[in-house]
């Protein structure tokens, strides 16, 4: 095609003249230089920039976050042996980025209903927590370990403390789930001479502001 058009304008070039025939000649030749591929990769590279967390740990931790959390409750004590059921809440707190290790600490309320003794059951977990771990990738793995108090139906409540540990991932830089297990102990609850042990795991997502 490109011989067919240098022909047709080699036989116009008598009227036209050299300047004119010089231009058509670069008008002719000019579109095979071209080419898009610069501003589509240019382009592709900043959308992929501001739309992704950039792996490697780079992800930043730091803000307060509030979220909600389901899974199950295993509550063991002297009286009633062992009893399972729903558990879920909510969680509060405030994570701090020190660039490969995250430190922070969190409220955590759970509602349930798990038999803790005849005719009893644990309805109401609350926790002050502090969470720590090292960043893999945007993840968090962490221990957590606190205080916490049961409060049951008919028992009263009391004190006692946890352990354990989760997993947190951040899907963007204001959301994240995850995952968590804790350990929970209530010795003599309420000076009544029985002891009571509860293990939760639950899932969980956050909102981060």
């Known amino acids: 095609m490109r011989a067919v058009a240098l022909s047709l ?24 230089n071209l080419s898009f591929d610069a501003p589509s990769s240019a382009l592709t590279a900043t959308l992929s920039t501001q739309t992704s967390l950039a792996p490697g740990g ?63 059951s644990v309805e109401e977990i609350f926790r002050v927590k502090l969470r720590a771990g090292p960043k893999i990738g945007n993840g968090l793995l962490y221990g957590a370990a606190g205080w916490a108090n049961a409060d049951t139906d008919n028992a009263g409540s009391d004190d006692g403390w946890f352990i354990g540990a989760g997993y947190e991932y951040l899907i963007s830089s204001q959301f994240s ?31 981060r502001f």
Request: charged share 15%; net charge negative; aromatic share 14%.
């Open 9 to 32: 304008l080699t036989a116009a070039a008598a009227g036209l003249g050299a300047p004119a025939w010089a231009d058509l000649q670069t008008l002719a030749l000019a579109p095979s």
């Open 58 to 120: 780079s992800a930043n931790w730091t803000g307060f976050y509030l979220g909600g959390q389901l899974g199950f409750g295993s509550v063991d004590s002297d009286l009633s042996g062992n009893d399972e059921e729903v558990i879920g809440g909510f969680t509060l707190g405030y994570d701090y980025d020190f660039g490969r290790w995250v430190l922070g600490g969190a409220l955590d309320y759970d509602f349930a209903d798990i038999t803790a003794g005849p005719g009893t």
């Open 177 to 207: 789930v995850g995952a968590e297990v804790l350990y929970h102990e209530f010795d003599n609850f309420n000076s009544t001479g029985t002891d009571i042990e509860a293990t939760t795991a639950q899932i969980r997502a956050t909102f």
